[in-house]
């Protein structure tokens, strides 16, 4: 498992169309509130026809957020471009240069074995250039996820593709919606989307593969008004932390402080982890009831998730003890 708050600080992604005019403002000033990080999309959300406009509203949103953090502080949330291939991203690393400072690193959507071969040494070269880290979170949303005779096959080549960067993977993040998108599924605001058999299998073939080693985030929820978005989004964020994902894609500001309280550390966890990180080395037994005699803790069964625990409370903060 990772073994550094990064991975786990991404939180809610608010996800924004690059040719956005409005979302420098919105950043410089604070709108959004703090704890969430940010997405530019020129892939989906933008028109063949517009991307380069958009690229120009890109560039121009960069330097003004830059140019602004320079002058007052801000919350300035880790920011990341969503490209269309390789080569939009070569372009952009090298047209973005001035502003370089303030990007985290890129999203590489639809991944495959094929655009993986051409991503990856990028990677290691836009790193090379910048004379830093560039991070990337790969999504998993490609049709041939549902090929049953090829998925596990596929998942573990990714993986050892992957793994001249797993540093620079900042977290493994899946498309829920188009991978609905492929079978003509639409969840409602009442339903989550692990009640869907072959989606929800899907995930949990990512997370057997990915889990161990890397942080996977959460599909996107749709819903953000209505009677039920928020309850609905509470329920799906319940049932993505049970099976093992860790943040979520957001689509409208409203669902950043859902998603960030729901990761939020209950203060009984924080204790128990941070009992069973600095158990007693001479200790001869490795069990023992926890301080509120509810349940027990055991130092190497439970040493993983203590550690995972320690980096939420981190990234997320507590939720104090009731009562």
Known sequence: MKNSVLYYSVGPLLY???NN???AGSIINQRFGTGFSLALCLEDTIADAFVPQAECQLAQSLERIYNASKERPFYLPKIFIRV????QMLRLATSLQNVNAILFGFILPKF???NAERYIPLIIQIKERFGRPVYVMPIFEHAW????RRRHDILFTLKEKLADIEPLVLN????GNDLCHLYGFRRHDTESIHQIAPIASIFSDIITCYGTDYVVSGPVWEYYNGNNWREGLQKELLDDRLCGFTGKTVIHPK???PVIDCYRVPASDLADAKAILNWDAS???LVSGNTAHERMNEQKTHFNWAMRTVFLAEAYGTVPASG
């Open 283 to 285: 200790s001869p037994s």
């Open 255 to 257: 669902q950043i402080a």
């Open 172 to 175: 493994i993040r899946v498309g």
């Open 21 to 23: 005019p409005t979302i």
């Open 16 to 18: 924004c169309p690059a």
């Open 145 to 148: 996820l549902t090929d049953l």
């Open 112 to 114: 495959t074995p094929e």
């Open 84 to 87: 269309r291939s390789h080569a």
